[in-house]
């Protein structure tokens, strides 16, 4: 074990490791890319802090000092499986893939079901974390289960999609009881051998809307350009993709709202709850391209849902966060709920 507590890096600068761009430190760092490690390691996190598991880094509000061991995932793997059912082929991925690069593999490889996902920022490992999802597609849909290591019990789980109360941005990995403790090692998919488009999401189904598309390729570029011409591009303009939540409330209070806001974006969710369009709420409270008193955060110009951070600390992203959610709950009487993750130090 002393030697494995010697393969901890102390004062581990992670500001290239989070999109934010957050000049956060970690006390303990460990990049992990063997599962021997995971292993070895289990015993010695008894006595410390809850660890930090940290992917890509793009869902995270990390603090200034963090006193808690970080282990960051980058293990290296990508395999066709063999016991798909027909018309099917699964596919196991290594946690520490880059999510985009996974996607465009597979649609390479004449799969689909990833397409819309496209250009999503962050690690395969961190997908059934907060059930990604985009352009009318969660990735619960493709998900066929997850190989995880439990660093309680010291032991390896195979655990079926139906078991992580996969819902909108939430699972049961970031409930107090397995968050810290279950480390995502690998992501099965159950992708499709044939294709079949999924335009639900407007401006997807404009593309198409004269030539429907033949190939998940073709979608795959239309999401893309999609994206890059609303969403902020993080080598850029530093972010965590979507700040907020779109707020899930009774269709009647919906209604009610809508009575004093006419043009009200919201979705449906079920019969009885609509989304709201949380970008839609901050540009009418007036924040869509504000920034905060000393020009380090701001809403994005492009995307209000998007916070920018142009050399804030953590504490300037919260603060602004804080100010956006005063600001939409004055205006509109909604509580937003932040989407990051964000880690008290
Ligand atoms: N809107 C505004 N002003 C804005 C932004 C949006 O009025 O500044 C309105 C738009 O006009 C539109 C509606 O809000 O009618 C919805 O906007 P958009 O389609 O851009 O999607 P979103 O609800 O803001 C969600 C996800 C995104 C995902 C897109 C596309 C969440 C929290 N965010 O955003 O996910 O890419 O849909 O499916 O659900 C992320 O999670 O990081 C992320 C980028």
Request: proline residues 6%; negative net charge; glycine residues 6%.
């Amino acid at each position: 074990m002393n030697q494995l507590s010697l393969s901890f890096e102390s004062n581990v600068d992670l500001f290239d490791a989070n999109t934010l761009r957050i000049p956060a430190k970690a006390e303990q760092y460990i990049a992990i890319t063997e599962a021997k490690q995971l292993e070895a390691i289990a015993n010695h996190l008894k006595d410390l802090p809850k660890p930090l598991i940290l992917g890509g880094g793009s869902n995270l509000v990390l603090s200034d000092r963090l006193p808690m061991p970080v282990l960051h995932l980058k293990n290296k793997g990508f395999e066709q499986l063999s016991d798909a059912p027909s018309g099917t082929s699964r596919v196991r991925i290594a946690a520490g893939e880059v999510w985009h690069d996974t996607v465009s593999k597979c649609v390479a490889l004449g799969l689909s079901g990833l397409e819309n996902l496209a250009l999503i920022p962050g690690s395969v490992g961190a997908a059934p974390i907060q059930n990604i999802g985009a352009y009318g597609v969660e990735v619960r849909e493709i998900l066929h289960s997850v190989e995880v290591y439990d660093l309680q019990n010291e032991q390896w789980l195979h655990l079926p999609v139906e078991s992580l109360e996969l819902g909108y941005r939430r699972s049961r990995f970031q409930s107090e009881d397995w968050n810290g403790r279950m480390v995502v090692w690998s992501v099965t998919l159950e992708l499709s051998r044939s294709f079949t488009p999924r335009l639900s999401y407007p401006a997807l189904g404009a593309v198409f809307a004269n030539k429907p598309p033949k190939k998940a390729q073709e979608v795959m570029q239309a999401v893309m350009n999609i994206r890059k011409s609303k969403l902020p591009d993080v080598a850029v303009e530093p972010n965590a993709g979507s700040f907020f939540k779109n707020p899930v409330l009774p269709s009647e209070l919906v209604a009610a709202l809508r009575q004093q806001f006419p043009d009200l974006v919201s979705f449906p969710v079920d019969d009885h709850q609509e989304k709201i369009a949380a970008g839609w709420l901050i540009e009418q409270a007036g924040l869509k391209g504000a920034w905060n008193q000393n020009k380090t955060v701001g809403c994005s110009a492009s995307q209000a849902l998007v916070l920018i951070n142009h050399g804030g600390s953590a504490q300037d992203v919260l603060d602004w966060a804080l100010e956006v959610k005063r600001k939409v709950h004055q205006t509109f009487g909604v509580e937003l709920a932040i989407e990051p993750v964000c880690i008290k130090g």
